[in-house]
């Protein structure tokens, strides 16, 4: 039975950066695709990024929103997947979660069936 665990989250200005970590414990980690997303008080969960199985980097992918700002990256060794998140801004507030998928790596919440408890991030301006 995987767990997540997300960690990193905080209160900072406009234009700071934080990095969200999500450590998974289960040894076959590299099965598994990762997503972040991300709830704003009284919206939605939304997706944030994804990175595939096994992936050294290059299979990643962004939300319009975020594209450019944040990097998702993993270390398959640490069984932890990150979020850096550089230039904030006031509307990347929310609880962020982490997700995990066996299988091919996927942009909806849906398709996800573990789940971290969620990290705070606020960004005043």
């Known amino acids: 039975q995987m767990t997540l665990g997300e960690s990193g989250g905080g209160s900072v200005q406009a234009g700071d950066s934080l990095r969200l970590s999500c450590a998974a414990s289960?040894?076959?980690?590299?099965?598994?695709?990762m997503g972040w997303f991300r709830q704003a008080p009284g919206k939605e969960r939304e997706f944030v990024a994804r990175?595939?199985?096994?992936?050294?980097?290059?299979?990643?992918y962004y939300a319009d929103s975020v594209k450019g700002r944040f990097t998702i990256s993993r270390d398959n060794a640490k069984s932890t997947v990150y979020l850096q998140m550089d230039s904030l801004k006031p509307e990347d507030t929310g609880v962020y979660y982490c997700?995990?998928?066996?299988?091919?790596?996927?942009?909806?919440?849906?398709?996800?069936?573990?789940w971290g408890q969620g990290t705070q991030v606020t960004v005043s301006s």
């Open positions: 997700a995990a998928r066996n299988g091919l790596p996927s942009l909806s919440i849906f398709d996800y069936d573990r």
């Open positions: 990175i595939g199985w096994r992936s050294s980097g290059e299979d990643t």
């Open positions: 289960i040894r076959s980690f590299s099965d598994y695709s």
